[in-house]
C-alpha cells in the first residue's frame, strides 16, 4: 500500500514538472533570433552570448534550417558570431567563426566581414544589403531569411 502511494505520488510529480522542463528548454533558433535582436541593437556582446549558445545546440551554417514543421529560417550563427567578435575587436575569433561560416555555406556577407576584420575604420561603414538570391560558390541560393 505505501509503496503504491508512493509510487502515485512520484507519478503525479513528473507529469507536473516534467513539461515544464522539456518546454523551458530553448530552441536553437530562440538563441539565434535573440542574438540577431542583440545585434541590430549593437549589443555585442549579448549577441555573441546567444550565438554560442545557439552553436552549442545546432552549429551548421545554412539558408534554409527547419525550426518545426513547414517553418524554415536563413541560419548562420558562425557567420554571425564571427561579425560580433569583429565589432568586439577579437579578431583572431572573428576570423575563425567567419571561416567556418564560408567553409560551410558561402554567403557575401561573412566574406564582406572577413575583409573588413582588423580595420575598424571599415567596421564603421555602412552595412551591406541584405543579399538577393544568387548563385554563389557553383549552388544557387534560393531562400532568404524567413519572419515567423
Aim: net charge positive; aromatic share 14%; proline share 3%.
Amino acid at each position: 500500500m505505501r509503496k503504491s502511494v508512493r509510487l502515485l505520488l512520484i507519478l503525479i510529480l513528473c507529469v507536473i514538472i516534467c513539461p515544464e522542463i522539456i518546454y523551458s528548454q530553448q530552441k536553437f533558433y530562440e538563441y539565434y533570433e535573440k542574438g540577431l535582436n542583440y545585434a541590430s541593437s549593437q549589443d555585442w556582446q549579448s549577441a555573441a552570448d546567444m550565438f554560442k549558445k545557439a552553436i552549442e545546440i545546432d552549429a551548421k551554417d545554412s539558408y534554409r534550417k527547419r525550426v518545426y514543421g513547414t517553418k524554415f529560417i536563413e541560419y548562420f550563427p558562425n557567420r554571425e558570431l564571427g561579425i560580433a567578435y569583429a565589432y568586439l575587436k577579437q579578431d583572431g575569433l572573428a576570423r575563425q567563426y567567419l571561416d567556418i561560416s564560408l567553409g560551410e555555406v558561402y554567403s557575401e556577407r561573412a566574406e564582406d566581414f572577413k575583409n573588413r576584420v582588423g580595420n575598424p575604420s571599415l567596421l564603421t561603414a555602412v552595412e551591406p544589403k541584405k543579399e538577393e538570391p544568387q548563385k554563389a560558390a557553383g549552388k544557387t541560393v534560393l531562400f532568404q531569411r524567413l519572419h515567423y
